[in-house]
């Protein structure tokens, strides 16, 4: 009986305006709503909310409604959730409304969707801390289950999730990480104790996210009733499904006129058309299925670019060095104690800003390119970098208040 365990991440960033050389000093509002097009987070949030979040979301609790069986769960970064709160409260409701029917799980992850591992374990922690809050102060539920940004993972990160009191992470099924293992059955990590390991498909889940539209696919057009076909052949080769993709590919990426809301709206039925079938939240099926093997991640993983590395947020002198100077001042910005001052310092570690200052090439950079609203990945580091001067400036002279 393979279970279909579907996890959607919602996730948009507070882009950094196009800020110059001449706003050291003079501006502090890096991420003001005065950009123009895709530099505008307000109008970005409402864009995508009624082409992606709104539609996706009415279908959804359709689909609840009618199918009993049907269950899925959600990742929210916290800085999607103020942008929704902001800009698009009916977004929020919509949101909440799914919750409410208790067959939709929400995931743990960092509240400003950050890389704060890699340099501060403090940091990384109060952000899982205060994502938390977040998720029960607006949707009165707790997470059980990790997501690291961008689908990070590596033992560490395991051993550190299971010290915060989670009981669930999740990673990319890759083939060099399992071998001849399937990514369908629920895993150990290596050098932990109870915390269980959920591993994406990614051939299943690129399939939708990805290949959907894709006319030169041989699988084109990717229908409901093939896929669910393709979900069967698992019966008695895998216990668990994991789809894990980018909300967004509903409406966004993958657009309404490719089908891909029809899609969605007949999968259930495709899906529970084999009774071995069901399908289940990440908590249902850690409660049901048993660990089958442990799985060593030394090195961290993601679910990004054909390396699925993170080199599409550090692979670059550029990305390596803006990360460094960000998370070098963490103690002056934290002395400081001004609000304003953190909560800048914060949303300049989303990961998307480093995203955009990929300089890959070939089909990476072509995606790359396709999300950074920045028109070169050196205009974005430019932008970051001086964005980050003007706030030193700011916490120098807090700081110097005190003496």
């Known amino acids: 009986m393979p279970s279909v365990c579907f996890y959607f991440q919602v996730h948009q960033p507070y882009r950094i305006k196009k800020y110059s050389f001449f ?32 539609p996706t979301n009415k279908i959804l609790l359709e689909l ?39 067959r939709v799980e929400i995931l743990s992850e960092t509240y400003h969707h ?50 915060m009191g989670l009981y669930g992470v999740m990673g990319e099924g890759l083939d060099r990480v399992l071998g001849w293992r399937s990514p369908n059955f629920l895993y150990k990590p290596k050098g932990t104790e109870k915390i269980k390991l959920f591993l994406k498909n990614y051939r299943l889940s690129d399939d939708i996210a990805f290949r959907f539209s894709a006319r030169q ?13 393709w979900i069967s052949q698992f019966n ?13 590919t509903f409406g966004e990426h993958q657009w309404e006129e490719t089908g891909i809301f029809n899609f969605l709206k007949h999968l259930p039925e495709e899906v529970l058309r084999n009774p071995d ?25 993601s679910w990004a670019d054909s390396e ?50 990929s300089t890959k090439t070939l089909a990476d950079g072509e995606v790359h390119s396709y999300f950074s609203p920045y028109d070169s990945p050196y205009d974005a580091f430019i932008c970051f970098m001086n964005t980050l001067n003007d706030l030193k400036l700011r916490i120098n002279k807090q700081n110097a208040k005190k003496y």
């Open 217 to 229: 696919w041989k699988e084109h057009p990717l229908t409901a009733e093939k896929f669910g076909r």
């Open 236 to 248: 008695g080769n895998g216990e668990i499904i994991n789809l894990f993709m980018d909300y967004e």
């Open 23 to 54: 706003d050291i000093g003079n501006d502090s509002n890096y991420f003001n709503d005065a950009g123009e097009g895709d530099l505008n987070n307000q109008r970005i949030m409402e864009k995508v909310a009624q082409k992606s979040y709104l």
């Open 277 to 301: 079938n069901d399908f289940l939240t990440l908590s249902e099926a850690m409660e049901r299925y048993q660990v089958r093997d442990e799985v060593d991640v030394p090195y961290l993983t």
């Open 64 to 102: 609840l409604r009618k199918y009993p069986e049907f269950r899925f769960s959600f990742s929210f970064s916290g800085v999607v959730l103020e942008q929704m709160e902001n800009y698009s409260p009916e977004t929020l409701r919509s949101f909440q409304d799914l919750i409410k029917t208790g």
């Open 114 to 163: 950050s890389f704060a591992f890699l340099h501060s374990l403090k940091e990384f922690k109060e952000q899982v801390k205060a994502h938390r809050e977040k998720i029960k102060s607006l949707f009165s539920v707790e997470p059980r289950i990790f997501r690291c940004t961008e689908l990070a993972y590596s033992n560490d990160i395991a051993k550190i999730a299971e010290t």
């Open 308 to 357: 699925r590395d993170l080199s599409a947020w550090i692979g670059n002198d550029m990305q390596r060095d803006a990360l460094l100077k960000l998370y070098e001042i963490e103690e002056d910005v934290l002395e400081t104690r001004d609000e304003n001052i953190i909560n800048s310092w914060r949303r300049l570690q989303t990961s998307d800003q480093f995203y955009y200052m």
